[in-house]
């Protein structure tokens, strides 16, 4: 299995909060994603990482900050939780190798109530 | 930029009947092209992938080709089963790029 974990994995929060999502990777990729997946919508796209200290926004941006400061670690903010921020993230990790899959993580529920 | 289209879900099928989710894409030069598979409660893994035109991936049963002249990733398997339950998520990454995801297909199989 690639090395990608998601911490926490639950979070319950309340509206307002700041709240900090990590991926952490062993597997030396180049891109990091954060996507948010929610019934109906499928999996849309928040931010990406193209390497260090790159990072470029997604569809779903608003709201949504991110920081990659070394190549294994990728955190996703919430600067102000907001109820409509209720989901599941998924952290994904991919190559720059021709042909190279995705890899994700096993998600992080996160309530904001 | 890049996208990828996929048949609108949910999908049900009866225990080994045949299965197809159609995938097209619009991508410039010549990307991969990949399925992933969802179970409740997991994170996407990948299921099959093919890396060139006309190359065929397969994987548990499931079988999908490259058509670069219809811009088509289909997937299909044979005789589906219950445990065939997931979402199929269809996918494109260009060389050495940024990976572009479906919205996805939810298959549900009954006995």
């Known amino acids: 299995d690639a090395g990608i974990t998601q911490s926490p994995r639950h979070k319950v929060t309340e509206t307002g909060t700041p709240v900090t999502l990590r991926c952490h990777q062993t597997?030396?990729?180049?891109?990091m994603y954060w996507y948010r997946q929610d019934p109906g919508h499928g999996l849309r796209l928040i931010h990406y990482?193209?390497?260090?200290?790159?990072?470029d926004k997604g569809e779903v941006s608003d709201g949504y900050s991110v920081s990659r400061s070394k190549t294994e670690d990728f955190l996703l903010t919430l600067e102000s939780a907001t109820s409509s921020q209720t989901s599941v993230y998924f952290c994904?990790?991919?190559?720059?190798?021709?042909?190279?899959?995705?890899?994700f993580g096993q998600g992080t529920r996160l309530t904001v109530v | 930029g890049n996208s990828v289209t996929q048949m609108e879900g949910p999908v049900t099928l009866s225990e080994e009947a045949f299965l197809t989710i159609n995938c097209t894409y619009t991508?410039?030069?010549?990307?991969?092209l990949f399925w992933y598979v969802q179970y409740p409660g997991e994170g996407l893994q990948l299921l099959l992938k093919?890396?060139?035109?006309?190359d065929k991936g397969s994987n548990k049963g499931f079988e999908a080709t490259y058509r670069k002249e219809t811009t088509s990733f289909h997937l299909e398997k044979g005789s589906v089963q219950v445990s065939d339950s997931a979402v199929y998520f269809c996918?494109?990454?260009?060389?050495?790029?940024?990976?572009?995801f479906g919205d996805g297909t939810t298959l549900t199989v009954k006995p």
């Open positions: 996918a494109l990454t260009p060389n050495a790029g940024k990976s572009t």
């Open positions: 994904a990790i991919s190559g720059d190798r021709d042909g190279t899959e995705a890899f």
């Open positions: 093919a890396t060139k035109a006309d």
């Open positions: 990482s193209y390497g260090v200290k790159d990072t």
């Open positions: 991508a410039t030069g010549y990307p991969s």
């Open positions: 597997e030396n990729h180049r891109y």
